[in-house]
Structure formats: C-alpha cells, structure tokens
Antibody, heavy 121, light 110 residues
Framework: QVQLVQSGAEVKKPGASVKVSCKASGYTFTSYDINWVRQASGQGLEWMGWMNPNSGNTGYAQKFQGRVTMTRNTSISTAYMELTSLRSEDTAVYYC??????????????WGQGTLVSVSS | QSGLTQPPSASGTPGQRVTMSCSGSGSNIGTNPVNWYQQLPGTAPKLLIYNNDQRPSGVPDRFSGSKSGTSASLAISGLQSEDEADYSCASWDDSLNGVVFGGGTKLTVL
C-alpha cells in the first residue's frame, strides 16, 4: 500500500533552517509529484509547493519563494522540504502528500503523518 | 495567498443530513475541480471527495460532493459520531499557479 513516512519533530531557533524528509513506499516514487502542505495549530491547511521526483522540477507558493527548497533522492525514494530563516509564525505541522494529476484533476490521495516544527527562542 | 471560503463550523445530530459550503472564484473553483479532505482530530488529512463528486474506494456513499459555478458543497447523510472532524475544500488556482484551500469547517455531531 502507498505510504509516506516523515521524519520526526524538530525544535528550531528563529533564523535557523529545517529540513523535513518524506520517504515513499508502495509505488514508483518518480511517477507522482510530491506536494508540501502545512498547518499551524487551530488553522487551516496551507499549500507550500510541488516537486516532480522524476525531473526535480519544483514550483513554490509565492509566500515561500526564496525561503523554501524541495528536493529528492530517487535512490531512496525520499523527498525533502527545507525552509530557511525560520520565524515563530512557521511553527506548524508540515505534511507531504502524493499528487494525482489527470487532465485538470489535481488532488492529494495519500498523506504523510506530519512533522511538527516548533520555532522558539 | 487568497483561499477558498468555508463556514468555520457546522453541526448535526446522528442520522441527520448536513451540508457545508465552499466558495471560490473563477480562477479556481470556476475552472478546476474541487476536492474535499477529512481530518479527524490529531491526524493527517484524508482524501474524501475528488473531482467535485468522486469518492475514493473505501469512502462511504453517505458522503457526496457537488459543484456549481464558483461554489461547491459537501453533504453527509446519515450522520454518525465518527464523522466529527474538520472538512477542507481545495482546488487548483490558475492565477496563483498553486493549490488553494478553504479554512476548514469543523463538524460537531451533537
């Protein structure tokens, strides 16, 4: 079965960087884009961007441009999301999600369990 | 980044039918399909409805989705206590070139 397993919780100081991993199994990793979505406590879901594991191409939400980098290691079927210049407002649970695309369809059919990133001095 | 608009809360009693709305614009819902995600307390979101009205395998037919113009709706019939969760709508936005989410509707089963 499709599974996305994320790395563990992180505690960071303001100004630091964090890199979250997302290991895929149960399907061909390079056949589906991976997106990253975050959720602050008590808030809604917020889309951060996408990565094509085959080509390495990426697209980021304007809000995160210049601060986020999405990469992958195809040999171990793992996607990464790095966020720099962390501030307290970046405290949230970060999710990776597999994307199904077909014509104009674009939806997340499988999600990681989430990684809590806490930013505090 | 502009998002979709959802009422913050909804409620119903067991067995009842409840609906929740999701409002967008021409660049997102007006042009692209709507998807719904269910998030049980303390868990990751789960795909509930895709392409406006399609249910993934394993999702009961008590859940249904619809879309008209720049708005969409999720309906739950035969409400059960285990349906108590947050429900978020989402769609691709052609102007933003990314996914937009609604703020989520918290469903309480009384």
């Amino acid at each position: 079965q499709v599974q996305l397993v994320q790395s563990g919780a992180e505690v960071k100081k303001p100004g630091a960087s964090v890199k979250v991993s997302c290991k895929a199994s149960g399907y061909t990793f390079t056949s589906y884009d991976i997106n990253w979505v975050r959720q602050a406590s008590g808030q809604g879901l917020e889309w951060m961007g996408w990565m094509n594991p085959n080509s390495g191409n990426t697209g980021y939400a304007q809000k995160f441009q210049g601060r986020v980098t999405m990469t992958r290691n195809t040999s171990i079927s793992t996607a990464y999301m790095e966020l720099t210049s962390l501030r307290s407002e970046d405290t949230a649970v970060y999710y990776c999600a597999r994307v199904v695309t077909h014509k104009i369809a674009y939806y997340f059919d499988s999600w990681g369990q989430g990684t809590l990133v806490s930013v505090s001095s | 980044q502009s998002g979709l608009t959802q009422p913050p809360s909804a409620s119903g009693t067991p067995g009842q039918r409840v609906t929740m709305s999701c409002s967008g614009s021409g660049s997102n819902i007006g042009t692209n399909p709507v998807n719904w995600y269910q998030q049980l307390p303390g868990t990751a979101p789960k795909l509930l409805i895709y392409n406006n009205d399609q249910r993934p395998s394993g999702v009961p037919d008590r859940f249904s989705g619809s879309k008209s113009g720049t708005s969409a709706s999720l309906a739950i019939s035969g409400l059960q206590s285990e349906d108590e969760a947050d429900y978020s709508c989402a769609s691709w936005d052609d102007s933003l070139n990314g996914v937009v989410f609604g703020g989520g509707t918290k469903l309480t089963v009384l």
